[in-house]
């Protein structure tokens, strides 16, 4: 990177001495003025001055006083301004744009597009020798100035600005979205179909009609039924194709990270006619597409991943409602969804074309259009090397959001051009991304109409309709291959299988059991690690923590009454079998955990060090004033807290029952009465500390817990570092143990792997 040339500052005394030689008389000493000379001399100062200190009280007086309407209206224009702006456009006024490229006159129905860096690479070669297709390179400012290759077509910055397309000024320079370009010249060129590629892939046996529906009607078309996905479970928004081709532990770049814990295989399948798969991911041998997370924790030293993928697994169509993660470097493109092809530009670079792929299969619904995955059609080649997590940043904050946003996304627009750009509009205010790809999907829009692209018409969506229920005849059943997972480091062998049975065991018991943990330490350094520890196994992990932090997904709250704010995480899991409290200074031993009975409370009452009692007789301190409010909530209680609390409080009025709370299990059961119980605590200021206990007494005795967390180890003095000698994985839970850095959290992860051996796969 260049850096340039900036003078060296000149040193405060050296600056005062410049001063005083261009300035002789500056320092000099002042003249002897009367008081009407310098008061006429000053008299501008003076009235400045004075002008300035009544603004300024006049301002304030109208701010607090009489006319607040003025400032709040003032400060209502200042907010609009921020408000994004929906792009108007006259669809009928857009004319065509001239061709004046050398190709003017070439077509092609079919074409490759991949983006290009560097000289031609030997899978490059190999794409231009398939038959029948056009391959298209579109450079960058990377881009070698001499790049060239024998039947390809490539577009220089220089060429692509002066296509006349209105995408181009809105475009990185260095990046691989460029492709946008080289999209609506094919388009403009007779594309019928295209194959979005990179130039690390080679094609398998050479032939893209082999593995992919090329023809969809017509002599060519493989008017067949393919396998779909259930849409059993209307609440599956996601599902991870990799495990119905053989690889059930490996995950594509764009999965939500809660998901990769789910392995299990699909238990049936439907069917759908072929015909409408206007949008064909491929699956890659070699690199197949995975995340950051995926590649740097599961890379077996300098080895390149070689992954293998059931060739003979058959091709699986999504239903409408679930989605599945796309790329751009592996997919074929009909016609009908050449709309869909908009890269966004506003997004981290790993991310865009998986947000392009989520965004571009809920608009596919309006058509009832959908994507099919297909067994391998490309080998990739491992470079041994991969691009930084912060390249994802927008996969791993936003996505398991953004499918439920999409899957209730409706629209009353009447053309799909309508419905794409209000969808783009609404995203944007929604945050997944920026009004810049607001501006930029009306402008890709008006492109797609200027090379001469028809709109789509719409179809009634599939989701706002009845569904047949799934009869025993319309079932189809298919068993995945196990394939081996060389990637683990070893064979998977009765071992490794083993460890993926825990796993499954685990999260059965805990799958729909939510974690609720507050953060003491930095979210930026370890919220996305807690979720990927925890998230395997428990339905969701919400994050609370003293800031908010809306990008890391973590809500705002207060330890000391964070007791208040657990009813309304309650009240957006209503089918939640249980939920489970946690600070991150205590670190959970899960697979410790599968005795307990999920329908008890559990508390650690029988931890001595955790659970007290505390005599406040003649103190004014913390504890009585704590004592004092705890008794006015007992007095409101109705009958059955009152008697239930009572029946395990000593009579002695003088004691108060403390507890450190750090880890504590509600079932669904008892949520109601917690919640009654908040209610009555209201705006009394007891701490969580104190009312926790209070509520678990009331809510039931003490003998009816689930002793679960009695062997816990709990120290009271927790030291600056964590000995490992503190730490075992035959007990439920260990305090203190604080993670404040990626470091420490790897150091955690490897010795938790004791307990649970697949943890190793993430450091």
Request: net charge negative; hydrophobic share 40%; charged share 20%.
């Amino acid at each position: 990177m260049l850096v340039q040339d900036r003078s060296t500052p000149k040193s405060p005394k050296s600056h005062i001495r410049a001063l005083h030689s261009l300035h002789p008389h500056r320092f000099s000493a002042p003249k002897n003025l009367d008081f009407s000379t310098w008061f006429s001399e000053n008299l501008y100062k003076i009235v400045t001055i004075s002008l300035l200190v009544a603004t300024v009280a006049a301002l304030f007086f109208l701010r607090n006083v009489s006319d607040t309407a003025v400032l709040v209206s003032y400060e209502t224009k200042a907010k609009s301004l921020e408000k994004i702006e929906f792009p108007q456009i006259n669809w009928n006024s857009v004319t065509l744009v001239s061709d004046k490229s050398p190709y003017a006159n070439f077509r092609s129905e079919r074409w490759i597009i991949v983006s290009v860096s560097n000289y031609p690479t030997e899978s490059l070669q190999k794409l231009v020798k398939i038959k029948g297709w056009q391959v298209l390179a579109i450079g960058n400012s990377k881009t070698p100035s001499d790049w060239s290759l024998k039947g390809v077509i490539f577009l220089s910055l220089e060429q692509q600005a002066n296509l006349g397309f209105r995408v181009v000024d809105q475009l990185p320079y260095d990046s691989f979205v460029r492709k946008n370009v080289g999209y609506l010249f094919a388009i403009q060129h007779g594309a019928q179909k295209i194959f979005d590629a990179d130039d690390r892939g080679d094609v398998i046996d050479n032939d893209l009609g082999k593995h992919f529906d090329v023809e969809l009607t017509g002599e060519g078309a493989r008017q067949e039924i393919i396998h779909q996905y259930s849409h059993e479970n209307p609440n599956r928004t996601i599902v991870n194709p990799y495990i119905h081709f053989g690889q059930r532990s490996v995950w594509p770049r764009g999965l939500p990270l809660e998901n990769v814990g789910d392995i299990g295989r699909e238990e049936f399948y439907t069917e759908v006619f072929g015909g409408k798969q206007f949008i064909q991911q491929g699956i890659s041998n070699g690199l197949p597409d995975v995340d950051s997370v995926f590649y740097f924790t599961r890379k077996p030293g300098l080895e390149a991943f070689d992954i293998r993928f059931d060739e003979h697994a058959p091709k699986v169509a999504l239903p409408q409602g679930t989605m599945v993660p796309l790329n751009s470097f592996n997919t074929l493109f009909h016609s009908s969804a050449f709309w869909g092809l908009m890269l966004p530009v506003s997004v981290s670079t790993m991310s865009s074309d998986v947000l392009r792929g989520y965004w571009a299969q809920r608009l596919l619904w309006e058509l009832g259009g959908y994507v099919v995955v297909y067994p391998p059609t490309v080998h990739r080649y491992d470079r041994i090397e991969s691009y930084p997590f912060s390249e994802e940043k927008d996969l791993h904050v936003n996505v398991g959001r953004l499918l439920k946003f999409l899957v209730s996304w409706r629209s009353s627009k009447h053309r799909l051009f309508e419905k794409i750009l209000e969808l783009s509009y609404v995203m944007a205010e929604e945050g997944f991304w920026t009004e810049k790809d607001v501006k930029f999907t009306a402008a890709w829009l008006q492109d797609l109409l200027a090379v001469g692209y028809q709109q789509p018409r719409l179809m009634s969506l599939e989701l706002d309709r009845p569904r047949a229920s799934i009869g025993h005849g319309d079932r189809k059943e298919f068993i995945p291959q196990k394939l081996p997972s060389v990637h683990l480091g070893v064979e998977e062998t009765g071992t490794v299988n083993n460890e993926i049975g825990n796993l499954i065991r685990w999260r059965k018991s805990f799958g729909n059991v939510v974690l609720i943990m507050y953060c003491s330490g930095p979210v930026e350094r370890t919220a996305l690690e807690w979720r990927l520890l925890y998230g395997r196994i428990f339905r969701t992990v919400v994050i609370l923590s003293e800031q908010k932090n809306a990008d890391l997904v973590v809500e705002e709250g207060q330890l000391d009454f964070i007791y208040k704010q657990l009813p309304n995480i309650f009240s957006r899991f209503t089918s939640a079998e249980g939920f489970l409290f946690l600070q991150d200074n205590t670190i959970l031993n899960y697979w410790n955990l599968l005795q307990a009975d999920m329908s008890k409370l559990w508390i650690t009452n029988k931890v001595s060090k955790s659970w007290s009692t505390v005599s406040t007789s003649g103190n004014l301190d913390w504890f009585s004033k704590q004592a004092d409010m705890v008794k006015k909530v007992v007095s409101m209680m109705p009958v059955h807290f009152q008697v239930s609390y009572k029946e395990t409080i000593s009579s002695d009025q003088q004691l108060l029952t403390v507890c450190s709370s750090d880890v504590f299990y509600i079932p669904q059961r008892f949520i109601a009465d917690f919640t009654d119980l908040v209610n009555l605590v209201d705006n009394l200021e007891i701490h969580h500390k104190v009312a926790i206990p209070m509520f678990f007494l009331s809510m039931d005795s003490p003998q009816n817990y689930d002793p679960v967390l009695s062997g816990m180890i709990y120290e009271e003095n927790p030291s600056s570092t964590n000995p490992t000698t503190s730490y075992s994985d035959k007990v439920p839970a260990v305090h203190p143990w604080n993670v404040y850095s990626e470091q420490e959290f790897i150091k955690l992860i490897r010795i938790m792997a004791a307990g649970d051996p697949l943890l190793l796969e993430l450091v």
